[in-house]
């Protein structure tokens, strides 16, 4: 059983930087495993995909944070992290972990989740 923790939300002026953190468990690193991603839900909105990382090291990311957020993992393979540069108010919205048994590609259907970190940029 994958199990995800996330870790460093928080308010963050607009224009700041915050880099979240998601120590996964019960994940063995084989080839044909997982697709790793970041999503998020704001208030009042659907949850919605930012970025994921899929087993061959191909990135995606959504259109309105291309060029100010990167995800990436740590060597271990058991650390997923999301660097937001340039944070906008728009951006305020629970952040969650998530990761998906398919064979290493993503496919935007994740199996497992984290419980989410708030992330806040006011006005």
């Known amino acids: 059983q994958v199990q995800l923790q996330e870790s460093g939300g928080g308010s963050v002026q607009s224009g700041g930087s915050v880099r979240l953190s998601c120590a996964i468990s019960?994940?063995?690193?084989?080839?044909?495993?997982?697709?790793l991603g970041w999503f998020r839900q704001a208030p009042g909105k659907d949850r919605e995909e930012v970025s994921v990382l899929d087993f061959y090291g191909s990135t995606s990311y959504a259109d309105s944070v291309k060029g100010r957020f990167t995800i990436s993992q740590n060597n271990a393979k058991n650390t997923l992290y999301l660097q937001m540069n340039e944070l906008q108010p728009e951006d305020t919205a629970i952040y969650y972990c998530a990761a998906e048994a398919s064979g290493g590609y993503c496919y935007g259907d994740p199996d497992y989740w984290g419980q989410g970190t708030q992330v806040t940029s006011p006005h």
């Open positions: 019960g994940y063995t690193y084989s080839r044909n495993s997982y697709c």
